[in-house]
């Protein structure tokens, strides 16, 4: 079964520096892979994905995640945090079962905190 | 084009009574799905439909909840009788089939309180 680990629970970061948040899978295939963010008392929403080709993916608001199969990794990463990026961000692995259906599993979530 | 829609955003109950969550996918959507999220945890997959047969319920607790998606378009989650642990926010996504992986789209949620 597959699983997503987000080792950080709470990051606090001053606004302008960079952001790194570290998503760990488990899967024995090529996973679908995701980053989406909650703003409080909102829905999920999809920052960027990973399918196949080009290893760097580039998302919505700036940010960009890379996956390395080696390290069964897919970090999400942004160069200059806005005071606006606060929320909680989870990571979540697709298992295709055939058709167009697959299964997200999702990590616990990194909730991040920006300080002015 | 509308998101997807869920009502009521926010209830309040006491355990053993029931309760019912209604999502309005994105139209022409064909799947569906019904996630629990526990405060702190990540949200988790209850319920898949593909149009209005069942993909995956393999953990719905079917003692307690229940979900049906008649015509394939609306969707009902209904508890009964709910449990303190039942308190989670329940998110509604759907996603439109294509040839490969598609993407899902995620509503605000109803939260639930079970006091």
């Known amino acids: 079964a597959q699983s997503v680990t987000q080792p950080d629970i709470h990051i606090t970061v001053s606004e302008g520096a960079s952001l790194e948040l570290r998503c760990n899978y488990s899967y024995g295939a090529t996973p679908y892979l995701f980053w989406y963010v909650q703003s409080p008392g909102q829905g999920l929403q999809l920052l960027l994905k990973?399918?196949?080709?080009?290893?760097l993916v580039q998302g919505i608001k700036g940010f960009e995640a890379e996956f390395k199969r080696s390290q069964s990794s897919f970090n999400l990463r942004k160069p200059s945090v806005h005071w606006s990026d606060a929320a909680e961000y989870f990571c979540a692995v697709g298992r295709f079962r055939g058709g167009s259906n697959y299964k997200l599993t999702f990590g616990k979530g990194t909730l991040l905190t920006v300080n002015p | 084009e509308a998101g997807v829609a869920q009502s009521p955003r926010y209830k309040i109950i006491e355990k053993r009574q029931s309760v019912a969550f209604w999502c309005n996918p994105i139209s022409g959507h064909a799947t569906l799905y019904w996630y629990q999220q526990i405060l702190g945890q990540g949200p988790k997959l209850l319920i898949q439909?593909?149009?209005?047969?069942?993909?995956?319920d393999s953990q719905l607790p079917k003692d307690r909840f229940s979900a049906e998606r008649l015509k394939g378009v609306d969707s009902t989650l209904k508890i009964q009788p709910a449990k303190l642990e039942d308190s989670a926010v329940y998110l509604c996504?759907?996603?439109?089939?294509?040839?490969?992986?598609?993407?899902?789209?995620f509503g605000a949620g109803s939260r639930l309180t079970v006091l």
């Open positions: 990973y399918f196949s080709g080009d290893t």
């Open positions: 439909f593909q149009n209005n047969g069942v993909v995956d």
């Open positions: 996504a759907s996603s439109l089939p294509s040839s490969g992986a598609n993407v899902l789209t």
